[in-house]
């Protein structure tokens, strides 16, 4: 079974902050993504990478980065955590077009 | 540009009552699809997934979908719901050439004892 791990699944952080948000997988996929998933919104892609070292910009990068050191492990970063940041954070895992998701990180910001 | 369209953005049935939710998409050529479904405050969970085999598809906890190229449809099915089918169901297109997804906006399932 394919398994997906997130750091966190509830955080709570305060405005300005920066956040470091953590997704590990174990079955050697070559593709990573963050999303975020609000009410009304649906799920939205923020960043991506296909590769270590290599990312895409989604859907809404604006206020996101993010890291990709080791194949496993891709992080998703607000530089300086903002109230409309208050949201649910997926990340998911791919080989080709099937993906993986992660228990999700419900983050508050205030 | 792909994209899906599920109709019923919530969906009550009763207990041992079927189930049935639509989904129809939009491809310039022939996609794979899926379905997701997402219990309250967890991560997607894959259902099941066409990707150019059989047309009817079966998936976990007696869930099964029919694709219908004719109709540009993958509507999902169960003949019986329980109550732990209570949750949101995303059905999802693949994006040409870039392992990128293009969800729906998914069917809030509410079932009735």
Known sequence: ?110 | AQSVTQLDSHVSVSEGTPVLLRCNYSSSYSPSLFWYVQHPNKGLQLLLKYTSAATLVKGINGFEAEFKKSETSFHLTKPSAHMSDAAEYFCVVSIYGNNRLAFGKGNQVVVIP
């Open chain 1, 1 to 110: 079974d394919v398994k997906v791990t997130q750091s966190s699944r509830y955080l709570v952080k305060r405005t300005g902050e920066k956040v470091f948000l953590e997704c590990v997988q174990d079955m050697d996929h070559e593709n990573m993504f963050w999303y975020r998933q609000d009410p009304g919104l649906g799920l939205r892609l923020i960043y991506f990478s296909y590769d270590v070292k290599m990312k895409e910009k989604g859907d809404i990068p604006e206020g996101y980065s993010v890291s990709r050191e080791k194949k496993e492990r891709f992080s998703l970063i607000l530089e300086s955590a903002s109230t409309n940041q208050t949201s649910m954070y997926l990340c998911a895992s791919s080989h080709r077009e099937t993906q993986y998701f992660g228990p999700g990180t419900r983050l508050l910001v205030l």
